[in-house]
């Protein structure tokens, strides 16, 4: 019987990376903006592609495109505030608004007539829907949903993600192909500082588009501040209940302290799959990461997917009648006490603490 090989390792999947990636230079992040309204996560990218082409003694380059004249100059100039050292200003008429064929075809462009080495998007719903058409169209890897990015050695990009359902972490390598490509999600990174006077360089791009040749048909643009959805990711306070709240109805208690504090409120996954509350409240590794100043957790056990969403915040309150719950091991303060009687009780205090104006708003 033949003796089983050795695992693979990193050493020997490395191929010599092949002659025509050898100019693959530069640290590139895609900056996503609709009509002049950018994404904060392209800001957070900002800052960790500085870290990352810092390390590799080369440029960060922020990729801004859309139509002509439709905010992309003032985004170009603010991602230098960020950090960029140069910004790809890729205008055409037909990336006057997103779609998946015509921004992936400029993307790919772009990155063949540059050749970056590292190339970052936001996992948001545009990015991770960019991102999968542009890694495919150039043939290269890409890592999705990533906690953490870093520079090995030898200068790959060791991106790194959880797996096994969140309870281990893995770090994957585009080892033999270029750019290399990963998401992270709003929120994961820190927001770096802005620096007012900050300036870069700005390079032109003209892509070759046509109307004609793009089947996606826009019919109607309806910007995301008209719509409803909650502002979670980015609230400074956020209250959140999970399954010991035992029903829908108490939910209400939640939202409750949520409105005294001018809070968004969030939950853990099973109150989704319930049906208590709707997804775009869940709060972890499927569903939001968050970083808020205060968080709040009633009734949640503190599982693993849920502590990756959560651990970002500047002090975790964590209210469960068991002591021994997970959560306790990562909360600032801990209350061993049941929720359901707490959070009534916690909201009338911080009414109590309301002006007379502020409450008159809150009854309105
Ligand atoms: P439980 O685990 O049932 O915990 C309820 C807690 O409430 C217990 O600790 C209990 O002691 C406490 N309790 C009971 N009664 C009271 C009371 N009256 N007052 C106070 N405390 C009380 N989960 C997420 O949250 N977000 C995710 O994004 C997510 N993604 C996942 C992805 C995958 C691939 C998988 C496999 C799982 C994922 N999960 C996620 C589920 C996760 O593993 C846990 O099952 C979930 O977080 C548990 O939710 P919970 O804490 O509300 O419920």
Redesign the pocket.
Same mark, same amino acid.
């Given at each position: 019987m033949s003796p089983t090989p050795p695992p693979a390792t990193r050493a020997s999947a490395k191929k010599e990376l092949p002659e025509h990636f050898r100019g693959y230079k530069h640290v590139w992040v895609c900056v996503e903006q609709e009509r002049g309204d950018v994404h904060p996560v392209s800001w957070e990218l900002l800052g960790e592609g500085r870290k990352l082409a810092d390390k590799l003694g080369v440029e960060l380059g922020a990729v801004v495109l859309g139509g002509p004249g439709e905010g992309t100059k003032e985004a170009a100039a603010e991602a230098f505030r960020f950090g960029a050292d140069v910004a790809y200003l890729v205008e055409h008429p037909v990336l006057t608004d997103y779609r998946n064929e015509s921004y992936a075809k400029a993307v790919t462009q772009l990155v063949n007539a540059y050749k970056p080495e590292i190339l970052l998007l936001g996992a948001t719903n545009l990015g991770r829907d960019l991102a999968g058409s542009v890694a495919t169209t150039l043939l290269t890897g890409l890592t999705a949903d990533c906690t953490e990015l870093a520079v090995d050695a030898d200068g790959s990009l060791a991106a790194t993600r959880p797996t096994f $359902? /969140?309870s281990l972490l893995c770090t994957i390598y585009t080892l033999n192909y270029r750019p290399q490509m990963a998401t992270v999600r709003p929120r994961v990174m820190p927001m770096p500082e802005r620096v007012a006077d900050r300036v870069g360089r700005v390079v032109p791009f003209t892509p070759d588009l046509d109307e004609d040749s793009i089947i996606t048909k826009l019919l109607r643009f309806i910007p995301d501040r008209d719509s409803n959805k909650s502002n979670l990711a980015f609230a400074d306070v956020v209250v959140a209940g /999970?399954?010991?709240l =035992?029903s829908a109805e108490n939910f209400q208690l939640v939202k409750n302290l949520a409105s005294v504090l001018g809070a968004e409120y969030g939950c %853990?996954?099973?109150?989704v799959q319930k049906g208590w509350l709707p997804a775009e409240r =869940? &709060? $972890? =590794? !499927?569903?939001k990461t968050i970083r808020p100043k205060l968080y709040i957790a009633? $009734? *949640? %056990?503190g #599982?693993i =997917?849920?502590r990756v $969403?959560v651990e970002g915040a500047d002090c975790i309150v964590a *209210?469960? !009648?068991?002591k021994n #719950?997970p959560i306790f091991d990562f909360a600032h303060i801990g209350i061993a006490t049941? #929720? &359901?009687r707490l959070l009534p009780a916690l909201t009338e205090a911080f009414r109590a603490r309301l002006s007379p104006h502020q409450r008159d708003r809150l009854a309105g």
């Open positions: $359902g /969140g /999970g399954m010991g =035992q %853990s996954r099973p109150v =869940q &709060i $972890g =590794q !499927t569903g009633a $009734g *949640i %056990s #599982a =997917q849920h $969403g *209210i469960n !009648t068991d #719950a049941d #929720a &359901i």
